[in-house]
Nanobody
Framework: QVQLVESGGGLVQAGGSLRLSCAGS????????MGWFRQAPGKEREFVATISRSGGTYYADSVKGRFTISRDNAKNTGYLQMNSLKPEDTAVYYCADRWGPAVAYEAGLYNYWGQGTQVTVSS
């Protein structure tokens, strides 16, 4: 059974940094494309970043230059380094996996999801 567990969320002041982790089990991590999404209260879940099996990275315009997605296949773990955080980054952040090499920006194309971790940025 595939499981994804996020950690690293919390409360931070604007301009600060957080690093989210996504630990996976139950599948061959290196065979999956990984993505991060977020959902703020009253809003739809939105794409944040994705990293392909080969390490190619893609970002939403709103986080480009501030967030960095990475993966450590040996540890079955993915990461989202978030710098220069803004109050509008406040949301529950989810990691997700989809089998195969192709990246995807739509939540519906991902097969497995974590439970989410809360990130709150105060002004």
């Amino acid at each position: 059974q595939v499981q994804l567990v996020e950690s690293g969320g919390g409360l931070v002041q604007a301009g600060g940094s957080l690093r989210l982790s996504c630990a996976g089990s139950g599948r061959t991590f290196s065979s999956y494309t990984m993505g991060w999404f977020r959902q703020a209260p009253g809003k739809e879940r939105e794409f944040v970043a994705t990293i392909s099996r080969s390490g190619g990275t893609y970002y939403a315009d709103s986080v480009k230059g501030r967030f960095t997605i990475s993966r450590d296949n040996a540890k079955n773990t993915g990461y989202l380094q978030m710098n220069s955080l803004k109050p509008e980054d406040t949301a529950v952040y989810y990691c997700a996996d989809r089998w195969g090499p192709a990246v995807a920006y739509e939540a519906g194309l991902y097969n497995y999801w974590g439970q989410g971790t809360q990130v709150t940025v105060s002004s």
